[in-house]
């Protein structure tokens, strides 16, 4: 083992992985970054300086044992590394690739105050990609099975979080969806060059192997009632996420040529991977102008999705300056790399039509804003200035302000409260998690509202522990022992 020097964090900069070209990326839907090496990805561990106080874990929402699996790979010990990763995250190599670790771990690392934070993210992703093709697998030969079983809803973040936690003690988890790829949003929402979507399917074979059942294709209300699922089945978890887009409210967002983010990310995906669904037509944007309007990631998958497609040009619109973009500075960096611009500080206040064709917009009014006072959630408002509207050539505008819950009938009908949001209702004390209904528990984006996906993660987690609580199946805690 290769022994590093305490000062290996100032002797060593922060080198990420291989970044392919702009020029060559734009031309293909393949993630842009590549992978570590075992010696390079010892190399940037062996940078972390083990805080008395480890501020990444912090800011982790799973609380990662961060600097405990970095000094394991830094000791070549990868199926270690691996199993340790696993016991606070369920999707590793997904967080590792899709979190915005600039606005989380590596944010809080203490690096990253001039030296360069440790390279958190690419290692995670590295741990789990390399222990999985050098055979690694969670070992449940210890497990007994208890002969409980809890019914999923939802393949996404949430439900495959909730999956995962329930085999690990015994307990046999059915998972339903709609669609028939696992991964909910993972598959059909993020694109392909952030996310490719055989990782995906190789986290359903590893659920598999632990015993986890999918039942794909097979949508509740439809062809299965969620009262049938509460009868026959020990618990119930929904994992539903948010897929009502958030409305500007202003004149002309009903035009031919306005696209909501979603169905225009999710029809692309088809068209990637060769499939189709009629609900998700695919919206081409080749030779057009595009504006997306939005400052999120969600906004930064449509702007990069665009420029991939070939789109003349492509405009990202947003009423706050860019220091209080909600997304991920890294997606903002790579959109302004493959040809992106970004106007900030405009409001859109109207979509200007009246051509002819499919696509009569003809652009967007906008007002320049001013950043004032902070609001109740510590963001500064974007307030208009008078006099200073704009109008800006478009083809195709893109809205992307976020999404919201949308309620089914079914969750009423089974005595499952939603508060006024259309959010799902779950206990504030007692057993976390759990509905109005005793039997049915809820998380992720349905439950927060619309999250990061690693925040999903952990509530399925900790959905699938009060599931075991409610059931008498004792849990055991993660604990990072690392010698």
Request: aromatic letters at 6%; glycine letters at 10%; a negative charge.
């Amino acid at each position: 083992m290769k022994q590093y020097s305490n000062l290996h964090f100032i002797e060593t900069p922060r080198k990420d992985p291989t970044e392919v070209p702009v020029a060559i990326r734009v031309r293909d839907w393949n993630e842009i970054y590549g992978q570590y090496q075992a010696e390079s990805a010892a190399d940037q561990s062996a940078r972390c300086i083990n805080c008395g106080n480890p501020y990444c874990e912090w800011e982790c929402p799973v609380h990662n044992f961060i600097p405990d699996w970095l000094r394991l790979v830094r000791q070549g010990r990868l199926f270690e590394a691996a199993e340790l990763s696993h016991q606070t995250n369920s999707l590793p190599e997904i967080c590792g690739r899709i979190c915005p670790q600039d606005r989380l771990c590596e944010g809080a690392c203490t690096l990253n105050d001039g030296l360069g934070a440790v390279t958190i993210g690419s290692i995670e992703k590295y741990i789990t990609d390399e222990a999985v093709k050098q055979g690694w697998r969670p070992d449940l030969s210890h497990v007994a099975p208890t002969g409980k079983r809890v019914a999923v809803v939802g393949a996404g973040p949430a439900g495959l979080a909730c999956a995962d936690v329930l085999a690990r003690h015994g307990i046999q988890a059915v998972v339903y969806d709609r669609n028939k790829r696992i991964g909910g949003l993972l598959t059909w929402g993020i694109p392909p060059f952030k996310l490719e979507k055989h990782i995906v399917e190789t986290r359903r074979e590893i659920l598999e192997g632990m015993g986890v059942e999918f039942r794909l294709g097979v949508e509740i209300g439809r062809d299965v009632e969620l009262s049938e699922l509460i009868d026959s089945f020990d618990a119930v978890f929904l994992g539903l996420g948010a897929y009502k887009y958030v409305r500007g409210r202003f004149p002309g967002e009903n035009l031919p040529g306005v696209v909501e983010s979603l169905p225009f990310l999710i029809g692309n995906v088809h068209r990637v991977l060769g499939t189709n669904d009629p609900a998700f037509p695919y919206i081409d944007v080749d030779g057009k102008r595009v504006i997306v309007l939005g400052g999120g990631d969600t906004a930064m998958d449509c702007v990069r999705t665009s420029i991939r497609q070939g789109a003349f040009s492509v405009t990202c619109a947003y009423r706050r300056d860019e220091a209080n973009m909600p997304g991920s500075r890294k997606e903002v960096r790579n959109a302004r790399d493959e040809g992106v611009e970004f106007l900030f500080n405009r409001q859109p206040v109207e979509i200007i039509g009246g051509g002819a064709g499919d696509d009569p917009v003809e652009g967007v009014r906008v007002i320049e804003t001013r950043m004032d006072e902070a609001d109740e959630n510590g963001r500064r408002k974007a307030e208009p200035v008078e006099g200073s509207e704009q109008n800006i050539p478009a083809d195709v505008v893109i809205v992307a302000f976020g999404f919201r819950p949308n309620p089914q009938d079914w969750l009423t009908d089974n005595n499952i409260e939603t508060e006024p949001s259309g959010r799902i209702a779950v206990a504030m004390s007692g057993l976390a998690h759990q509905t109005s209904n005793e039997k049915v528990f809820a998380g992720g984006d349905m439950v927060r509202g619309a999250d990061l996906v690693v925040t999903a993660v952990f509530e399925g987690r900790e959905a699938a522990k009060s599931i075991a609580k409610k059931l008498g199946v004792e849990m055991q805690e993660a604990t990072a022992k690392v010698a």
